[in-house]
């Protein structure tokens, strides 16, 4: 038999394929015609501006054919804006997209911040550039569109899509899959849901979570919940389920900062919570359905129950109804919650699929993401000072 020798999965040459690159001066992707805007001399590297209330059309593309590679970046880097262009990916004859999330979320750190992390399949490098590598089969159309929901102008748009054509997609081939969703406020004792209303075949990937606390951090720790997964109908318990939100993450006894190839926490700041987790070489399968929740309880060092309750007299003494002694039995030292949560969830299943419940609406998205005053004090980048600027004019 002949040995087919791959690096990173893929073959080391497959004449079948043909490799194909879409940016701002090759739209269409064509063969010998990438930078030829101002007789090559780099005429036209991005969209400027990117209008406010438009929708753009990033990449259309005949199959068969893989995605392999996207990079995004934008001027300024700004929590508004990173939440607020919406990326939709749509494929084959499917008239509803099968990816619909904020640009930041898509590319794994929410509440619209940047920061230096490198995951195996998402990356923000030096915090100022997205770039992914979730391969994405299609067999007969790709197509890929931004949304301009900021309410205002994006200065710049670059974009660069990496795909080949030529490969051997099949009708039982899994197609990529990304939702967002967010809630401001939990309800007590009920779980967040990350990912629901999915059937057919398929396999979940992972997920990016983003929290805002609605206690201090110390001394009311929010991350004890488990993390749940029901599979092919599961209703009351799941098949997966956790012992903890930082163990989720491969840590445990509180969650700090830190980026690896699966699994991490790139912000952990300022008030603010995202990590994430990939189950890559840990595979979740479905044949059915599959649900995924994470539950909402923390702690304190404290585990008496007599002192956990002055602990919430205190809180609700201050007018906040967030925190709840649980019943006996319950985890000790722990507190029922209610957080600010968001996710986007990818995962891979057949087609046809169903339509997503609707996007949050902007109000919603931009809640309480607003640049903190001290982060306003890092200059690592010329964006980072466009940043300050912007903010000045904006408070006068």
């Excluded at 590679?69 to 300024?76: A, Q, R, V």
């Excluded at 990173?82 to 509803?96: E, M, S, V």
């Excluded at 940047?114 to 089969?137: K, V």
């Excluded at 466009?386 to 408070?395: A, G, N, S």
Aim: hydrophobic share 35%; net charge negative.
């Amino acid at each position: 038999m002949k040995q087919v020798w791959e690096i990173g999965g893929v073959p080391l040459f497959d004449e079948r394929l043909k490799s194909r690159s879409i940016t701002h001066e090759n739209r269409r992707g064509e063969k010998g015609r990438g930078g030829m805007a101002a007789e090559g001399r780099k005429g036209s590297a991005c969209l400027a501006p990117f209008e406010s209330g438009t929708k753009f059309e990033v990449a259309d593309i005949e199959g068969p054919g893989c995605i392999r590679h996207i990079w995004i970046t934008t001027f300024p880097g700004d929590p508004m804006h990173d939440r607020n262009i919406i990326l939709r990916f749509y494929w084959d004859d499917q008239t509803h997209p099968s990816v619909e999330v904020p640009l930041g979320d898509f590319f794994g750190l929410a509440h619209g911040r940047r920061t230096n992390f490198n995951a195996a399949y998402t990356a923000m490098p030096e915090g100022r550039a997205f770039t992914c590598f979730w391969p994405m089969p299609f067999a007969k159309r790709c197509r890929i569109e931004a949304e301009n929901d900021i309410g205002e102008d994006c200065p710049m748009f670059f974009y660069q899509i990496d795909y080949t054509l030529g490969d051997n997609v099949s009708p039982d081939t899994p197609y990529f899959h990304a939702q967002f969703r967010r809630v401001l406020e939990t309800t007590m004792k009920q779980d967040y849901v990350i990912l629901d209303g999915v059937t057919g075949k398929g396999r979940f990937v992972g997920c990016n979570v983003g929290v805002i606390p609605s206690a201090p951090s110390p001394p009311f720790w929010w991350g004890e919940g488990e993390v749940k997964i029901y599979l092919d109908g599961d209703v009351e318990y799941p098949t997966i389920c956790g012992t903890g939100t930082e163990d989720y993450v491969c840590s445990g006894w509180g969650l700090g900062e830190f980026s690896a190839p699966y699994f991490g926490a790139p912000w952990i700041r300022h008030g603010l919570v995202c990590y994430y987790r990939y189950h890559i070489l840990d595979p979740i399968y479905f044949s059915s359905d599959i649900k995924v929740t994470v539950q909402q309880i923390g702690s304190v060092a404290e585990f008496e129950a007599r002192r956990r309750k002055q602990f919430v007299d205190w809180w609700r003494s201050i007018g906040k109804t967030t925190l709840e002694v649980p019943e006996e039995g319950s985890f000790k030292g722990g507190f029922e919650r209610v957080d600010d949560y968001c996710s986007t969830a990818y995962w891979y299943q057949t087609l046809p699929t169903k339509p997503f419940p609707p996007l949050p609406d902007r109000s919603v998205r931009s809640h309480d993401i607003d640049l903190r005053e001290e982060e306003l004090v890092q200059f690592d980048s010329i964006a980072g000072w466009h940043r300050l600027l912007r903010h000045v004019i904006m408070k006068k």
